[in-house]
């Protein structure tokens, strides 16, 4: 089942621009991770930020995490048409028998044009 | 070395028929998932591997749906008597099980597609 909503669904901006999604979940978390998606196939791990963590950044990408809020927001900065996929952020409980397994969002689908 | 593979990348099948989705994860990873993503349900979580054992197969939909994992390595994932609603994207995941390994490496994913 899905854990929570991702907004804005649909995300359309120019080539520079920062591009910001947002991920609500519900139960408590281990960590939080970013996912991307191209063509609606295999995932790519972009940052991963522990339940004890607020602020992580990767090049280009920012995460923070609010978990009073149960909640999380993606920034990709200065944005290329090569951003343009579908992403998704996917939750780890603080369950031990969790296993690590990924509960999913439902996703923004980014399109960043030239 | 090699990233996660899966094949077929894609099948098609008439309802009814039985499919079978392999996965080879990639080397010494010692975790492996499966996940499904369809339009109506999003990603979702089916089975996990620990090893040659799955102690969590809490998102397998149905007891059609059935998954070994031989040699610590290759999984295969089964679909008998396939349904409509069974047409899906599914994804196979492996990590290495050290701890603060956490990141999971798909496979480019199985489309199945149930006539």
């Known amino acids: 089942s899905q854990q929570g909503e991702e907004d804005p669904q649909a995300l359309s901006i120019q080539e520079g621009e920062n591009a910001t999604m947002n991920c609500s979940y519900k139960?408590?978390?281990?960590?939080l991770q970013w996912y991307r998606q191209n063509s609606g196939r295999g995932l790519v791990h972009l940052i991963l930020?522990?339940?004890?963590?607020r602020e992580k950044h990767s090049g280009r990408l920012r995460v923070t995490l609010d978990t009073s809020k149960k909640s999380s927001s993606l920034l990709i900065t200065a944005s290329r048409a090569a951003d343009t996929a579908s992403y998704f952020c996917?939750?780890?409980?603080?369950?031990?028998?969790?296993?690590?397994?990924?509960?999913f969002g439902q996703g923004t689908i980014l399109t960043v044009h030239p | 070395g090699a990233g996660v593979s899966q094949s077929p990348s894609n099948k098609v099948t008439e309802k009814g028929k039985d499919v079978e989705l392999r996965c080879d994860p990639i080397?010494?990873?010692?975790?492996l998932y499966w996940y499904r993503q369809s339009l109506g349900q999003g990603l979702e979580f089916l089975i996990y591997f620990q090893g040659n054992s799955a102690p969590d197969k809490s998102g397998l939909p149905s007891d059609r749906f059935s998954a070994e994992r031989t040699g610590g390595s290759v999984s295969t994932l089964t679909i008998q008597r396939t349904q409509q609603e069974d047409s899906a994207v599914y994804l196979c995941?492996?990590?290495?099980?050290?701890?603060?390994?956490?990141?999971?490496?798909f496979g480019p994913g199985t489309r199945l597609l149930v006539l």
């Open positions: 080397s010494g990873h010692t975790a």
């Open positions: 930020i522990r339940s004890n963590e």
């Open positions: 995941a492996s990590r290495p099980r050290r701890g603060g390994q956490e990141t999971q490496y």
């Open positions: 996917a939750t780890v409980s603080e369950r031990g028998t969790s296993y690590g397994k990924l509960t």
């Open positions: 139960t408590s978390i281990n960590n």
